[in-house]
């Protein structure tokens, strides 16, 4: 049971390109999030989905798009990535129960020069 | 948009002895959760509290929701090194709804334990 799987771990991109980070989880779960952390700031949620097909803004949603194509993946896309892009990428998962816990990957370390 | 307090910024200790931080906000919380997170890995959830005055143990740590619901605190007893990591509070505001599960982050707390 692998629980909630990223990919890539790291990437560097370059001012303008463009990537997708890619989140997995196996636990069927109806809810996932994407948040970025970033030093002496915590957690922030950037995008989340209640379910498949669905998706809604967070705190900090500019710059990123996602989508919920799948149950079980969801994407968070860079159009053109900017320098303050440059962060620690989390994707969480959570069962559709009212204030369950949320399961997070590992994190995906991004650079933009 | 909100934010969690949380203090202090950081601890550096010696084994075997007991750590307390906390978290607090200005509006009111329905779920307090603390997590743990060690380097190059997500957040893990060590305990979650749902009642306004729930006390809850996971072994040698011990969370608290506060009273007014605007805090909470995580103690944890008899500090060994594998303790080392950076532990966020997380809640959810009262008025964001249940049906998301969103979290509000504070900025974490930085445990080192001296051997």
């Known amino acids: 049971n692998a629980g909630v799987t990223q990919t890539p771990k790291f990437r560097v991109l370059k001012t303008g390109q463009s990537m997708t980070l890619l989140c997995a989880q196996d636990?069927?779960?109806?809810?996932m999030y994407w948040y970025r952390q970033d030093p002496g700031m915590g957690l922030r949620l950037i995008h989340y989905?209640?379910?498949?097909?669905?998706?809604a803004k967070g705190e900090v949603p500019d710059g990123y798009n996602v989508s919920r194509l799948k149950k079980q993946n969801f994407l968070l896309g860079l159009e053109s990535a900017a320098p303050s892009q440059t962060s620690v990428y989390f994707c969480?998962?959570?069962?559709?129960?009212?204030?369950?816990?949320?399961?997070f990957g590992n994190g995906t370390r991004l650079t933009v020069t | 948009g909100q934010q969690l307090n949380q203090s202090p910024q950081s601890m550096f200790i010696q084994e075997g002895e007991d750590v307390s931080m906390n978290c607090t906000s200005s509006s009111i919380f329905n779920t307090w959760l603390w997590y743990k997170q060690e380097p190059g890995e997500g957040p893990v959830l060590l305990i979650a509290l749902y009642k306004a005055g729930e006390l809850t143990s996971n072994g040698r740590l011990t969370a608290q929701f506060g009273i007014t619901r605007k805090d909470s605190f995580l103690n944890i007893s008899a500090s060994i090194p594998s303790d080392v990591g950076i532990y966020f509070c997380a809640g959810q505001p009262s008025n964001y709804g249940g049906a998301t599960n969103k979290l509000i982050f504070g900025t974490g707390t930085l445990l080192a334990v001296q051997p």
């Open positions: 989905s209640v379910g498949e097909g669905t998706t």
């Open positions: 969480a998962s959570s069962p559709p129960r009212g204030l369950a816990p949320l399961h």
């Open positions: 636990m069927n779960h109806e809810y």
